[in-house]
């Protein structure tokens, strides 16, 4: 192990014989040091968060290995080339594994939460976009268009990782090629790594579906269906019990305002949002979960911008609204939602509203722009999390 790499990376300010610490005590503290940052204040373009693991990688193979379990357990891939390395990546451990390679790691049991979505790359440069953006809706069905290909074959390697992870986020057109590619794969049982048994082998206890960038129905007021069409079932969906939205922020801050603050009945919203063909193929569903920022009255200007909010983007609580799917799904006409001018719910604690419906509210914040893509922050800090 070369304990000069470690002190390059750890920083120019330690001054101790570290040479001289125990082998355990090393490699505790390079195990500390690469957990990944994604609760910083710099943008994830502007300072990667895997990027001291990155380095520690290259230490030597046992601080690699010691360090990959706490590299892999949250996987953003935020931008489309992301998902593109990650799957060779993961081509790369198949060769390993198959010259019984030293390097050889098993990324898909470390894995435990995964973002897809590349709706960020839009507004790298661009300006805020504003509600129902023409050119923004165009721009990105031609680029999701460009991609198809490339996107199915990266899709395809991931498939094991998909499947064993227990905590997936996704837009909703890569988790249209994830339908199609499970359900392919699952009908002529290849790629899913379940050898003979019959059973799915999927292990996903919650799909959170990424409302921003991708969801271009909401934008136009169409009601787009994406599934229906084309696929009549979906094993994948089937076997999920949680199913969470983050909501698009452009579109929807001021409408869950109103049901933060007891002004909207959280029905209303649900209703429309049944429609989403997702409900139909989730056989297993348990709960339905909205999450969006917790954001005081509009008339409270003392409280924070709502033009910063909209812009350069201000650090806001969470908040998570929770629905029992099953006691939904028994009655809709007559869930108990409960009356409205119901009390907000202070940051750090949980309130059951009525039976089957909840509201939680994050102790910690996190930053939030309206009007760009800032949903993966929250989501890898784990404050989307129910």
């Known amino acids: 192990m ?47 968060p895997y990027l001291t693991a ?34 060779n990546a993961l081509l790369m451990q198949k060769a390993y594994a198959e010259k019984e390679s030293d390097f050889f790691f098993d990324y898909t049991s470390a894995i435990q939460r995964m973002w897809i979505s590349n709706a960020f790359d839009y507004f790298v440069y661009a300006e805020p976009r504003p509600p129902n ?3 923004f809706i165009l721009f990105m069905a031609d680029f999701f268009s460009s991609k198809i290909d490339e996107l ?5 390697v991931l498939l094991p990782v998909i499947l064993a992870v227990p905590e997936l986020a996704v837009d909703r057109r890569h988790l249209r090629l ?26 996903t206890k919650n799909l959170t579906i990424i409302r921003e960038g991708d969801d271009l129905d909401t934008w136009t007021g169409q009601n787009a269906d994406f599934f229906s069409d084309e696929i009549k079932e979906s094993v994948f969906l089937a076997s999920i019990p949680h ?18 603050h007891g002004v909207h009945s959280p029905g209303n919203s649900l209703f429309f949002w049944r429609k989403d063909t997702t409900w139909a193929y989730m056989k297993s ?31 806001l609580h969470v908040e998570r609204f929770t629905v029992s799917a099953a006691l939904y799904k028994q009655d809709p006409d007559s869930f108990p939602w409960g009356p409205p001018w119901f009390p907000v719910t202070d940051p750090g604690n949980k309130r ?33 999390d129910g």
């Open 54 to 87: 990155l380095s520690l990688c290259l230490v030597s193979r046992l601080v690699r290995r010691i360090i990959l379990p706490d590299f892999l357990h949250t996987i953003l891939l935020r931008r489309h080339h992301s998902l593109k390395k990650f799957a």
């Open 178 to 203: 994830i339908m199609h590619s499970v359900q392919d794969a699952w009908s002529s049982r290849t790629d899913l790594n379940v050898g003979g048994h019959s059973s799915f082998p999927g292990k």
């Open 2 to 48: 070369s304990y000069v790499s470690i002190l390059s990376i750890m920083g120019p300010d330690i001054d101790f014989p570290f040479s001289d610490l125990p082998i355990e005590i090393i490699l505790t503290i390079c195990k500390d040091a690469a957990q990944p940052t994604f609760s910083q204040r710099e943008k994830y373009d502007m300072k990667n």
């Open 243 to 260: 199913l969470t939205h983050l909501i698009d922020l452009a579109e929807e801050s001021n409408t869950f305002r109103g049901i933060s």
């Open 285 to 315: 569903l348990e709960t339905l979960s909205v999450v969006y920022p917790h954001l005081p009255p509009l008339h409270d200007l003392k409280s924070i911008s709502y033009a910063a909010y909209a812009t350069r983007g201000i650090d």
């Open 133 to 135: 953006n023409a050119r």
């Open 152 to 156: 199915r074959r990266g899709i395809s």
């Open 352 to 384: 059951i509203h009525s039976d089957g419906v909840s509201f939680e509210v994050t102790r910690d914040k996190t930053y939030f722009s309206q009007y760009f893509c800032s949903w993966e922050k929250a989501w890898a800090c784990g404050l989307t």
